[in-house]
């Protein structure tokens, strides 16, 4: 039988096999699985609030262990008091972790731990021992997420998440986002995908340790593709035999980050596919990190490797527009074109169709704007019959019985404005919608309008950064290396000009002054993108760097506070940042 997993070369493979070294069958091991809830999702940072676990042997329950748990310094948010149902009145009287991680460690004793996404879990539950000074015994994991993966197609389920699996697999407890309920259903899981590998011939504990994604053993022969690539900062990008470009990536440590796409670790399946075609690994080396994360952008934005997803395709970014006519109506757009011909100021680039799409029924809802895609002229606005939404009053202009066209823009003028940059008056109708809403307990359409205001919220943020260093004829920034010495960068009209490495403080001047004099030449932007303006992935990539990093003061620094980034400027007035967002 075909198997749709690899299985990793063991000790024990070449020899003599001994009734000690069959290994143990796994109706005779005893897995404990686990399931945690916490109040956030970094551990060290956010606390456990509730442990569940179930103890099972050859199919069957052993025992069950439940309680809540008190944090001590972190809150329950509101969002996970409504996922989970754990509130702090319900646990202001339980023990604190303390007192509870004992009596676990005790019931797992001995056993092989499990969890649905096993880092997560296993990684609260060590981090806690390490905060409390307990001994935490390096037990045997095993990950539901990942053994799913590898008997479990895509063809059968849409993901692998645990309420994906228990619906698929018929689970008679249902995973609810309480702890022991979410344990009792990974059980479940765990012994029907076990069940799958019996069918495999994988019968025991070491046996289940080999098994790795398909692909990997191919992966493994194509290990030397490693060799030769620098330890450096860079893009390395995988070729196939007719030098296509695959797969284009970014890293610190090039050699490092090469050979990881070749071991276990690596479990994707569109990689597994990528390198079995790959024949070649290119690399272009690059002064520092930010480079080569510049560099990339800009290189998936021109080659388009079938294997990438982020950065692909940028002029594919979606737009919300006013059409040309002479009752406009919105409409979300691709082509330059319809950016042009657009009377107000075009709303994005959204990073998908369907965020903007979202954005444009919030702002067809709140503002009386023509819905209908009919082209309505004086010449037949006579005959012109209103559409089906003015029947229920959600069509503006002539289908609503404006037909004077001067008075149909002076209607709409709000809906101009918060597209030309105003968005107070987006803030308060949406408000009031959504109080509306949830005063007549719709409150999945409320959140709707909630979560559209938030993404035009959020893409007028990014925006009006990528506006702000647009308008900055030239940067000179710097911030420390992760390595030593200082990363310096020229920045010109939002795009990467010139970027290079110094060892100490004393030598930025002069590196300064000489990656100037061959920096690249960036025209000003013009008011709608241009092939030859830099990429807005590109430009809010810069001004994350520019706001966020820690920076070294110099002589002759212009000090940003409210950026936290310090600049050299050659004259009075060459560097003016927006307010940051």
Sequence with gaps: MPTPFDRAPTAIASKQLSFDSLGTPLHEVTFVIVDLETTGTTAGKSEITEIGAVKTRGGEILGEFQSLVKPEESVISPFVARLTGITHAMVDDAPSIRSVLPSFLEFSIGAVLVAHNAPFDIGFLRSACEKLDYHWPQPTVLDTVTLSRRVVSRDEVRNHKLSTLAAHFGTEVSPDHRALSDAKATGEVLHRVLERFGGYGITTLEELATVRQAGWAK??????????????????????????????????????????????????GRMAEMITAAQEVSCLPCAHALEAEVREIRLIGELAPPYNRRSKNPERNSWIVLSDEAYPRLSVVRSNTALEKSPATPMGPFRSRKSAQ?????????????????K???ANLSSHRPCVSSQVGQCGGPCAGVRDRQAYLADITGLITVMDGEYSSLRSLSTQRMSRLATEARYETAGEVRDAMRASLSNAARAESVRALRDIPEILAYTPGPEGGLDLAVIRHGKLAAATHTRGSGEV???FAAIRATAEWVPAPGKLPATSDSLPEETRLLSQWLQSATLTSMQGAWALPRTGANFHAQESGTVRLGDPV
């Design 219 to 268: 992966r493994q022969a194509k290990s030397h593709l490693a060799k030769g690539v620098p330890s450096a900062p860079g893009v390395y990008m995988f070729l196939d035999g007719t030098r296509r470009v695959l797969y284009i990536g970014k890293s610190g440590n090039m050699a490092r980050r090469v050979r990881g796409y070749f071991n276990a670790s690596e479990n994707r």
């Design 358 to 374: 979202a954005v444009k029924e919030l702002l067809d809802t709140l503002y009386p704007v023509k819905r209908c895609t009919a």
């Design 376 to 378: 309505i002229t004086p």
């Design 509 to 511: 001047d002069e590196a």
